[in-house]
């Protein structure tokens, strides 16, 4: 019996079915929960979510998720946060007031500055700078994704940047480290690019079970 699934974490932060839906089009098990169980026994984990950073870890606290989460991560699990889903992994965000995130990775949350439109909402392209990153496999430099934010972070280890995309200043739309990837673009809203990065994602954990869907 095939046990392979994928966790998509529900935290009353939005857009959580728009992802298992991209997902399914790829005949991908994907399952939408809140339990931290299920959580932690899912052959990969995806965190999505639009809203605002404090809500976002209490409500990931309150629901012994951040603990699941950290938990994935130590057990090198593949983990994809979306857009607040990635913003969350850093020390702190700014929104409001100065708030903790779940610090897998050094660095900040700020508000998107300069003479531009707030949100960041519609198509962007992005520069490629991890090359050989699965995530991107297929992908071109250059291609076009969706991006609806007002935060970009700013990681205290640039190593960790795969791609960039320029908003009058260029600000970062993923990073990537060892098992742990997050895209500020939505890729469930990106079309046949954004399913491609979703199908990447998805064979990670494909192969680092050694087994198909």
């Known amino acids: 019996m095939n046990n392979m699934y994928i966790a998509i974490i529900d935290y009353n932060m939005g857009n959580i079915k728009s992802v298992q839906n991209a997902l399914s089009t790829q005949c991908i098990d994907a399952r939408v929960t809140k339990d931290p169980d299920v959580v932690k026994n899912a052959s990969a984990v995806i965190l999505p979510g639009v809203g605002a950073f404090g809500d976002a870890v209490k409500n990931l606290k309150s629901m012994g998720l951040d603990n699941a989460i950290k938990e994935i991560i130590r057990m090198k699990k593949p983990f994809l946060g979306i857009c607040i889903g990635l913003q969350v992994l850093f020390e702190y965000g700014t929104e409001g007031k100065k708030s903790s995130g779940l610090g897998i990775f050094g660095g900040t949350v700020f508000r998107l500055t300069g003479n531009v439109k707030i949100p960041h ?90 087994r198909p869907y």
Do not use: C
Request: proline share 3%; hydrophobic share 35%; charged share 20%.
């Open 121 to 210: 909402m519609g198509w962007n392209s992005i520069r490629i700078l991890k090359k050989g990153s699965p995530i991107f496999k297929g992908i071109r430099d250059g291609e076009s994704f969706y991006f609806v934010h007002s935060y970009s972070a700013v990681p205290s280890d640039a190593g960790i940047v795969s791609s960039m995309t320029e908003y009058e200043n260029e600000i970062i739309s993923s990073v990537e480290q060892n098992n742990v990837f997050g895209l500020q673009f939505h890729p469930e809203k990106s079309s046949l690019s954004g399913l491609k990065i979703l199908k990447n994602f998805a064979d990670l954990a494909i192969n680092k079970q050694g």
